[in-house]
């Protein structure tokens, strides 16, 4: 199972969100790279790098810190946030990410994603399929649609995509722990893709109750900020 630290930009700065909400927001470090760094130098190889200003513009607008972190780490990179276009996708790639997250586009746009998953291969793209209610959230998860989450990933399936990051919303920034019921029906259902756990991580017993549902990865965010837990005790999880 792939560990996957999480940092969201907003101004060029890591900071957290509580449940996608951006007036409950809080600064821990305003040098991602420094941060990029403490986890490569716990052996990690995976960093989950999210755009928040390019969510909300509907365009990137922080491909300079995705940049920075590619060039001076060897983390292995997936991107999110803003990217709607060609221009957007291209940006992200030559800016260092080895995959990208696709949320809002794959709602608003199918024909474009199922152009770049021919384009770019199922392995360079993740369809961020982030709900409430298991209904998908676009927009930076400002606004709330009306597809049902199981109904999106099959239509995906049957397109190619092959990785999921599902974010349980009311859980993401809340330390409540995982929604573990939800992973339990999504590996039922779709075997065959890579599923990765997002939101609400709490503690080490979370991170262990994806690894026993064979989920692809898990990303954790708060948890490590706020030192409920160590990146020793991940150093376990990690090949």
């Known amino acids: ?10 101004d060029g700065k890591c900071v957290r969100l509580t449940k996608g909400d951006y ?3 809080k600064i821990y470090n305003e040098n991602p790279l420094e941060v990029a760094k403490m986890f490569e130098g716990a052996g990690i190889r995976y960093l989950h790098l999210v755009d928040l200003d390019g969510s909300k513009a509907k365009e990137i607008r922080n491909a300079k810190v995705l940049d920075q972190i590619a060039s001076k780490t060897s983390l292995k990179i997936d991107f999110g946030g803003g990217i709607r276009s060609d221009q957007d996708i291209n940006m ?32 360079k793209i993740i369809l961020s399929a982030d709900s409430t209610n298991r209904k998908i959230a676009i927009n930076g998860w400002q606004e709330e649609s009306k597809v049902d989450l199981f109904d999106l990933i099959t239509e995906y399936q049957t397109m190619g995509n092959k990785y999921i990051v599902c974010t349980d919303i009311a859980k ?16 039922n259902d ?5 599923i990765i756990a997002s939101g609400g991580v709490k503690d080490i017993v979370d ?5 026993a549902l064979k989920m692809n990865g898990i990303i954790i965010g708060k948890a490590i900020y706020e030192n409920k837990i160590s990146l020793e005790q991940l150093t376990k999880y990690v090949d």
């Open 190 to 194: 779709f075997p065959d893709q890579k």
């Open 92 to 123: 992200a790639f030559n800016a260092g990410a080895k995959q990208v997250n696709l949320g809002s586009v794959a709602l608003e746009n199918k024909r474009l994603y199922g152009e770049w998953l021919k384009k770019f291969g199922s392995e």
């Open 207 to 211: 991170v262990e109750a994806a690894a």
């Open 172 to 187: 993401d920034g809340m330390l409540q722990g995982i929604a573990v019921d939800l992973y339990k029906d999504l590996m």
């Open 23 to 25: 007036d409950q927001k």
């Open 1 to 10: 199972m792939r560990i996957i630290p999480a940092i969201d930009i907003i």
